[in-house]
C-alpha cells in the first residue's frame, strides 16, 4: 500500500520529503537524533524523549515489531518519529505487533526518508533545533507556512516537563527476594528498568511524584534516596534542588542519573547548559576520572552539568569532584561528594536498551547505604 507523502521542516527552514510512518497528521518538537543500532521500543517509551522527534541513525527499524516486556513506560512519550526504512515484517518470538501500528494506535506522527544520515549530519553542524513532521493532508501546506509554524513552537531550553511524565501518584516496587533496604525514589520521568535493578538487589523502591518535598522524602525513612531520569531543562527545577538540598542536609545516601545528575549539580551551586546536539544512544565512552576505566554507556540528555574537572572543588556539603567524563566531547558525566554519600552519573545505568557496563554504580549505591546502617 503507497503511503501519504510526508515532511520534515526544521527550525533553519532545511526540509526533508518522504512518506508517512505511524499516525498521520502533524507533530512538533526537539528534532534530535539517536545512535543506538538496537533498542528502539526503549527509546520510544523513555519519559525523558518528551516533547522531542527522534530520528534513528541506524538504517532499518520495527524488524522486531514490539513487545510487551520491553516498553519502560506505559506509553510511547516521543514527539515524533523518523526513520530510514522501516520494516515491512516484523519478526520475533516475543513481539505481539509491529512498530507501525503501535505508532498509528498511540498517534504518534512519524515519517520515513532516504536522508537520516544528512539529517544527522546537519543537526551535528547546527544543533538540535525545533521541527515539525508533517503528513497526509497536513502535508499540502505551503512550507514557509509550516516553517513559521514550526518556529512558533515551543523550545527546549526552559521547558519544565518533568511533572508532565511523572506518576501522580506514589507507588511501591518490592524488593526481589529478601528485602534489604528501602528507597525513595522520585520520579522525574523514571524508566521502568530502573527501579527493577534496585528490586534485584533487595530493595524496596518507593516511586514519588516530581512535586514531592524533602519533607516528603524523608517520612518514609528511607535508607537511601534516587533522583531518576526526565525531560526538560534542569534550569527550571528550582523545586526538585530544594526538595535534594533537604536530603543532603539530612545525610541520606543519595543516588541520581540523568536528569537526577543536573539537579545534584544544582544542589551543590553548579551550573547547567544546553548541549550542541546532546547524547542519545548506546554506545557513549565515559571515563572514571578516578580510576581511569573506559565504560561504553547508554544516554539520552541534551543537557550537562557545568563542573571545574581540574580537581576537588568546594560545596555547601563538603567537597565534590568530576567523577566521569564523556570522552567525545569532555562534558561532565558523573559527580560525588567527599565528604557525604551521595554521587551522580549522567548516564543510564539500568541498560535498557544498553550495555552493561555500568550496572555497578546499582550496587556503588547498596554499598552507601549499608555504610549509613
Known amino acids: 500500500m503507497t503511503q501519504p507523502p510526508a515532511v520534515l521542516v526544521l527550525e533553519d527552514g532545511r526540509t526533508f520529503q518522504g512518506v ?3 499516525a498521520e497528521g502533524e507533530t512538533f518538537g526537539e528534532m534530535v537524533f539517536n545512535t543506538g543500532m538496537t533498542g528502539y521500543q526503549e527509546t520510544l517509551t523513555d519519559p525523558s524523549y518528551a516533547r522531542q522527534i527522534v530520528a534513528m541513525t541506524a538504517p532499518h527499524i520495527g524488524n522486531t515489531g514490539v513487545n510487551d516486556e520491553d516498553p519502560e513506560s506505559s506509553r510511547i512519550q516521543v514527539a515524533g518519529y523518523v526513520v530510514r526504512e522501516p520494516a515491512r515484517v516484523a519478526s520475533n518470538w516475543r513481539a505481539t505487533g509491529s512498530l507501525g501500528s503501535a505508532l498509528r494506535a498511540q498517534g504518534v506522527v ?15 553542524d547546527r544543533g538540535a533545533m525545533r521541527a515539525g513532521i508533517f503528513s497526509g493532508d497536513a502535508a499540502q501546506a505551503p512550507v514557509d507556512e509550516l516553517l513559521k509554524r514550526v518556529q512558533e513552537s515551543p523550545q527546549m531550553a526552559g521547558a519544565a516537563l518533568a511533572e508532565e511524565v511523572a506518576t501522580q501518584e506514589p507507588y511501591v516496587v518490592p524488593a526481589i527476594g529478601e528485602k534489604r533496604f528501602t528507597v525513595a525514589a522520585v520520579d522525574l520521568g523514571i524508566k521502568g528498568m530502573t527501579p527493577h535493578r534496585m528490586a534485584e538487589r533487595g530493595i524496596e523502591v518507593h516511586v514519588l511524584p516530581a512535586t514531592v518535598t524533602a519533607d516528603d522524602i524523608l517520612a518514609l525513612g528511607p535508607d537511601g534516596v534516587f533522583f531518576s531520569n526526565g525531560p526538560g531543562d534542569p534550569g527550571t527545577a528550582d523545586h526538585q534542588v530544594a ?18 545528575n543536573q539537579i545534584f549539580g544544582r544542589a551543590l551551586g553548579l551550573g547547567t547548559y544546553k548541549l550542541r546536539f546532546g547524547h542519545r544512544g548506546v554506545n557513549q565512552p565515559v571515563q572514571d576520572v578516578r580510576t581511569g576505566k573506559v565504560e561504553i554507556s547508554a544516554h539520552n540528555h541534551g543537557f550537562a552539568v557545568d563542573a571545574p574537572k581540574g580537581g576537588p572543588f568546594d560545596t555547601p556539603y563538603g567537597r565534590a569532584e568530576v567523577s566521569h567524563v564523556n570522552l567525545n566531547d569532555g562534558c561532565v558525566e558523573g559527580l560525588r561528594l567527599l565528604d ?18 555500568a550496572s555497578g554504580l546499582f550496587d556503588q549505591f547498596v554499598q552507601i547505604m549499608e555504610a549509613g546502617k
Not at 526538595?243 to 537526577?260: H, K, N
Not at 557525604?340 to 557496563?357: I, K, L, M, T
Open 20 to 22: 508517512a510512518y505511524g
Open 110 to 124: 512519524g515519517i520515513a526518508i532516504t536522508g537520516t544520515r544528512a539529517l544527522t549530519r546537519h543537526l551535528r
Open 243 to 260: 526538595a535534594l538540598r533537604g536530603v543532603l542536609d539530612a545525610g541520606r545516601p543519595f543516588f541520581g542519573i540523568c536528569f537526577g
Open 340 to 357: 557525604r554519600p551521595a554521587f551522580s552519573v549522567q548516564y543510564h545505568p539500568e541498560a535498557a536498551a544498553g550495555p552493561h557496563d
